[in-house]
T-cell receptor
Framework: GEDVEQSLFLSVREGDSSVINCTYTDSSSTYLYWYKQEPGAGLQLLTYIFSNMDMKQDQRLTVLLNKKDKHLSLRIADTQTGDSAIYFCAESPSGGSYIPTFGRGTSLIVHP | GAVVSQHPSRVICKSGTSVKIECRSLDFQATTMFWYRQFPKKSLMLMATSNEGSKATYEQGVEKDKFLINHASLTLSTLTVTSAHPEDSSFYIC?????????????FGPGTRLTVT
């Protein structure tokens, strides 16, 4: 299987919360990231979390990390149509070149 | 956050010609830049790691003679697709790392859409 797995699609109604899930296999992962990609654009770093943290909150974004289960989630509160994009989960180990491994991305579609 | 630019944003070229894509870090120095290729509905595929002042490190399966990478300065890396073919049509994204104590952040360019006719 892939090193970083995500579901490919998520559809929510405007105003609801979105939860995008990600699982990874590398137990040495130290940095875990969420990136957002809007159509035809590059990736925008949304947030990241260290493996020694359980949760990180930044305005509407909440990242939860279950290191035991190697599960990462991104919750977007009060989802807006402008949040429609592809969200990539990525992980990188400490040391070495820090090159992240990306998941295939979750397409978030927000309905008005 | 840090800004990474790419030029051009979109290019259409004829089969057999070469195309150069520039990646610049605008407000920071990047000793290492990365080149990715993104296929439709696919994740990013790392093509190569570009190190300033040294040869690029290519990922397995990436032809170094076809995808020439030059990291001329701490703010500029270029990717040249030589003798382009329609199967090279893709979205190419570069990124540059900004290293801070206690974290590692990678910033991405806006991407370059290459279409080979």
């Amino acid at each position: 299987g892939e090193d970083v797995e995500q579901s490919l699609f998520l559809s929510v109604r405007e105003g609801d919360s979105s939860v995008i899930n990600c699982t990874y296999t590398d137990s040495s992962s130290t940095y875990l990231y969420w990136y957002k990609q809007e159509p035809g654009a590059g990736l925008q770093l949304l947030t990241y979390i260290f493996s020694n943290m359980d949760m990180k909150q930044d305005q509407r974004l909440t990242v939860l990390l279950n290191k035991k289960d190697k599960h990462l989630s991104l919750r977007i509160a009060d989802t807006q149509t402008g949040d429609s994009a592809i969200y990539f989960c990525a992980e990188s180990p400490s040391g070495g070149s820090y090159i992240p491994t990306f998941g295939r991305g979750t397409s978030l579609i927000v309905h008005p | 956050g840090a800004v990474v630019s790419q030029h051009p944003s979109r290019v259409i070229c004829k089969s057999g010609t070469s195309v150069k894509i520039e990646c610049r870090s605008l407000d920071f120095q990047a000793t290492t830049m990365f080149w990715y290729r993104q296929f439709p509905k696919k994740s990013l595929m790392l093509m190569a790691t570009s190190n300033e002042g040294s040869k690029a490190t290519y990922e397995q399966g990436v032809e170094k003679d076809k995808f020439l990478i030059n990291h001329a300065s701490l703010t500029l890396s270029t990717l040249t697709v030589t003798s382009a073919h329609p199967e090279d049509s893709s979205f190419y994204i570069c990124s540059a790392n900004m290293f801070r104590v206690g974290s590692y952040e990678q910033y991405f360019g806006p991407g370059t859409r290459l279409t080979v006719t």
